[in-house]
């Protein structure tokens, strides 16, 4: 178990955890050099000297365009993606006190998914509308959702899962009904939304996902206390002061948004928010909530499992969402034999 050690910057005292600080450190090495392999990998294959010339600035014309117009988003959207997809998880995982405590698993990432559908189907809006219907949608799931569980601890607990699995369930069966009755063309385009890939991504829909990190997570980070606390239970909490209420929804609100700005950028891509704390809390090895380690591993699982996807045998390609999904599904087994009590 890793032992907190308070460290004092002027009046500010910070817990800090020495293992969990070695695999944050850890994680951003492992990210910074899938980010190379993911740079040199693609139909126009690059080498070191390649990157290093971008770098400098001595890069022929094309190979430039070819990382910073295409392979650069591409990575930098699956840096932040992975990363807010893992702490939105930490956090739900933290609240509902359930291991299958995941915005995909409750259903929000389908909600999100939703949105976006109702808005290439319906409306036939452009990409900037359709990325803002995912994250509205999102937050009103979670908002239905949530009063629907109410009652159960406050919102957390298996009623939590129960009722999120089943809005999901009925988000999904809505998706299919509108890909079903719209005309075929604008339907594909839906369908291709709702693979969730990184293939295309274009700086605009990097800077999404990088700003809702950079917003929201630091506010997550300031609570980890607050959700370790609680995660002993709500009467603990409040006797040592914690506001558990105010805690948990701003909380909540926080991960909600950062799935949901993670949906509208890449489409639906599961398993990411569900396995990355685990691994996180196996590797930090301490009962805290791992935020920050979450949010490198979530980084470094969805940039692996994109090389993984461009680089399957006979040349065959696939979105991300699909090898993410054959990954999880096999580690949902997994977790679900390993533990009786989910």
Known sequence: MSVARAVRVGDL?????PRAATVVVGGLVVCLALGAVSLMTGSTPLGIGDLLDVVTGDAEPRVASIVGRIRMPRYVAGVFVGAALAVSGAVFQSISRNALGSPDIIGFVTGSATGAVVAIT????PPPLVALAAVVAGLLTAIVVLVLA????????????????GV???LAAVNTTLLTRT???????????LTGTLNARSWDQALWAVGAVVVFVPVIVGLSRALEVTESGDELAIGV???????RRVALVCAVVLAAVATAVCGPIGFVALAAPHLARALAGGAAV????????????????DIAAQNL???LRVPVALMTGVLGGFYLIWLLSRNRRL
């Open 122 to 125: 319906v409306f036939e809006a």
């Open 168 to 170: 999901g369930a009925f």
């Open 313 to 315: 045998p006979l040349g």
């Open 241 to 247: 002061g914690v506001r558990v209420q105010a805690a």
């Open 290 to 305: 791992p935020i920050l380690t979450s949010a490198v591993t979530g980084s470094a699982l969805l940039v692996g499992a």
């Open 13 to 17: 005292s910070v817990r800090l955890h």
């Open 150 to 165: 109410r009652g159960a601890r406050g919102s957390a607990g298996y009623r939590l899962i129960l009722v999120g699995v």
């Open 183 to 193: 005309e075929a063309s604008v339907a594909m385009g839906a369908q291709v939304w």
